[in-house]
């Protein structure tokens, strides 16, 4: 399915499903929430390097004309694993922001427990406990049995671990939408509401250690009511190529709520969907390869 998904190792990433989904609780009021004209820079591939400007994506002029400083990113969504607290240190004092990238919805083996910092990897606690499924085509990574209240002690553990520790202040969540074999056929019975109550349960979790939560290709699934149901729990959403393949439409409840958006397109020029990103008060980007190295053409 399209999504990111570096050429390198990324990092790996429940209750039983309840009929109905419970009222979001309140975000604490330290929870970063992102204003919807936030600039911002997408580099998965690596650790940051926040001396080199091109991962750093500064001195770019934007499409609409926009010059640096003043489209220079503000906000960092980086890998949660491979990044240390000395670079989100390093990112809050230039003044930016920085997302923690991690996969809820499957797991690879790409680390040892000395590089996750813990006594045994995510990977091998979800797979003794039984929570792994189906391979996910075209990646070394199985799918998440979400269902499972073990898988989501393993996944809130890395998120403490991995994104509140370091000093993150958002918290994506790559394969948040597995449900109905969206990502392909997981090996488990996965419903509409059971993937709400398992990101019901994180966010929650998120805004209790003071994260915020940015949803990820929820509009792949073209299921509006699964987008809106998210909607009150996540702080913004990224979105991949939503002008590519029409799903820009599925943002409209994040955008009527004052929800930041952030969109990679990887294909087009930038002048065949910026005007549009632009108008829509849509945070678009161009980058030019799907490895995500720092390169970027921001629309405003």
């Known amino acids: 399915m399209r999504r990111w998904r570096a050429l390198i190792a990324v990092a790996a990433i429940a209750l039983a499903g309840a009929s109905t989904v419970a009222a979001p609780a309140m975000a604490a009021p330290s929870v970063y929430q992102p204003a919807k004209n936030t600039d911002w820079q997408w580099m998965l591939n690596g650790t940051l390097n926040t001396n080199n400007a091109t991962q750093m994506g500064t001195g770019v002029t934007a499409w609409n004309g926009d010059a640096p400083p003043g489209d220079n990113p503000k906000l960092y969504d980086i890998d949660g694993i491979e990044n240390t607290a000395s670079t989100i240190s390093t990112l809050h004092g230039l003044g930016d922001h920085a997302i923690c990238y991690i996969e809820v919805g499957s797991a690879g083996n790409y680390y040892t427990a000395a590089q996750e910092g813990i006594p045994t990897t995510y990977y091998a606690q979800l797979k003794n406990a039984g929570d792994l499924g189906n391979k996910l085509s075209g990646y ?137 990103d632009n108008s829509a008060d849509i945070n678009g980007i161009y980058f030019p390869n799907t490895n995500l190295t720092g390169p970027r053409q921001p629309c405003r």
Not at 150 to 167: D, N
Not at 182 to 207: C, P, R, S, V, W
């Open 140 to 276: 070394k990574e199985y799918f998440i049995n979400i269902n499972a209240s073990s898988a989501v002690s393993i996944i809130e553990a890395m998120i403490q671990q991995q994104c509140s520790a370091k000093g993150f202040d958002a918290v994506e969540t790559d394969l948040d939408e597995t449900f109905g074999n969206n990502e392909g056929k997981t090996g488990f019975t996965i419903t509409q509401a059971n993937e709400e109550t398992y990101l019901d349960t994180l966010a929650n979790y998120m805004h209790g250690l003071g994260l915020g939560w940015i949803a990820k290709n929820l509009d792949d699934t073209e299921n509006a009511s699964f987008v809106n149901a998210m909607q009150p729990y996540a702080q913004g959403m990224i979105s991949e190529q939503c002008n590519q393949y029409n799903t820009c439409s599925y943002l409209t409840s994040f955008l009527s709520a004052g929800k930041w958006i952030g969109n990679a397109e990887y294909k087009d020029d930038p002048g065949t969907f910026c005007p549009t």
